[in-house]
């Protein structure tokens, strides 16, 4: 019998209409159109503005969308993983209600929350369930309303998040497709460079945490720029040399979406040209657990049967990681 690996069969995503500009930030900040573009390469970033939808709402959306493309019934999913640092609330499971109201239910669902490499890591958790044997379809989506927890008032952090969702579905393979390795890393030393204070059960919130806006992001920009740019690039170097892969052998590098110069240095570490390496974020900003489905969504008619895909992220906590991927099928 063939060994069984986990490969994406199906990919669906969705961003909110309202497009946040650089020229509206403009407005709100003291920041301008040239400086956004030269240090992150953001343009805009698209915004959740209707009241009383969460994260939740961006995942249904996805998963609606790749279940449509792929006339995938969702009452075949056995398992629904929720990649997201922006729950709809705490304690009661974002993914457990996304997947009711998507129809997935006769599957078990659960939240993964590591940053924006909670869709990265769930890659690697998805596979563990196909590998099995036990499990047929997993699907993972990636979700977050960063817009809920930015100060639009600290242009450290306003310029750069943006709200969107995607959605992968994973299915076994015996032909060799699907992840074929990954190199996972956290480190506790970035628990105080990207965070935020309040709201957890070290400081539950108060009339005081709300007034001192201490449950938004707060990021130490330049540590996190440091620490993202040698990790990713690291852990996407090293993938490759242990499976023996040149710049030549890899067809795509997914990159999360968090600072152009950080994607850049990373394909540079790889010797990738720009032409083999996966951004959107002009368009979309950082929309931290959806950036690495999102940019499948984007580039999915460009992939090949057989394409090898290096997937890499950082976020906060810190938490890293690289996955090579075969690409299983062609979209055309």
């Avoid at 961003?15 to 650089?22: K, R």
């Avoid at 023996?244 to 152009?260: E, F, S």
């Amino acid at each position: 019998m063939s060994k069984i690996t986990a490969a994406i069969t199906a990919v669906g995503g969705y961003v909110p209409e309202y497009v946040l500009t650089n020229k509206i930030l403009e407005t709100m900040v003291d920041t301008n159109d040239e400086w956004i573009t030269t240090r992150t390469g953001i343009k805009e970033r698209r915004i959740l503005k209707e009241e009383g939808k969460g994260t939740s709402f961006l995942a249904i959306k996805a998963a609606q969308d790749l279940l449509q493309k792929s006339n995938t019934d969702p009452k075949d999913i056995d398992l629904v993983i929720m990649a997201t640092a922006t729950p709809d609330m705490p304690v009661a499971a974002t993914g457990v209600y996304v997947a009711t109201e998507i129809g997935a239910v006769n599957a078990f669902s659960f939240d993964l929350i590591a940053a924006c490499s909670s869709f990265l890591y769930g890659m690697s958790t998805a596979a563990r369930y196909i590998e099995s044997g036990k499990y047929k379809k997993v699907l993972l989506i990636g979700a977050d309303k960063m817009s809920s927890i930015i100060d639009y008032e600290d242009r450290t952090t306003c310029i750069i998040f943006g709200d969107g969702g995607g959605a992968v579905l994973f299915e076994p393979n015996e032909d060799g497709l699907g992840v074929q390795d990954e190199i996972l890393r956290s480190d506790g030393i970035g628990r105080q460079s990207l965070k935020i204070d309040a709201g957890g059960s070290i400081l539950p919130p108060s009339a005081q945490t709300v007034a001192s806006k201490q449950h938004y992001v707060f990021q130490d920009g330049k540590t996190v720029f440091k620490f993202a740019v040698s990790n990713m690039a690291d852990v996407s170097e090293k993938i490759m040399m242990r499976n023996g892969l040149t710049g030549n052998d890899v067809n795509w590098l997914v990159p999360h979406q968090a600072n152009r110069r950080i994607i850049d240095a990373t394909a540079k570490r790889m010797d990738l040209p720009e032409d083999k390496v996966m951004v959107n974020i002009q368009k979309y900003g950082n929309t931290t657990s959806a950036t690495l489905p999102l940019c499948l969504v984007d580039y999915e008619n460009k992939l090949k049967k057989g394409d090898n895909l290096v997937f890499a992220s950082f976020g906060g906590g810190f938490t890293w990681g690289a996955v090579y991927v075969k690409w299983a099928y062609n979209s055309n």
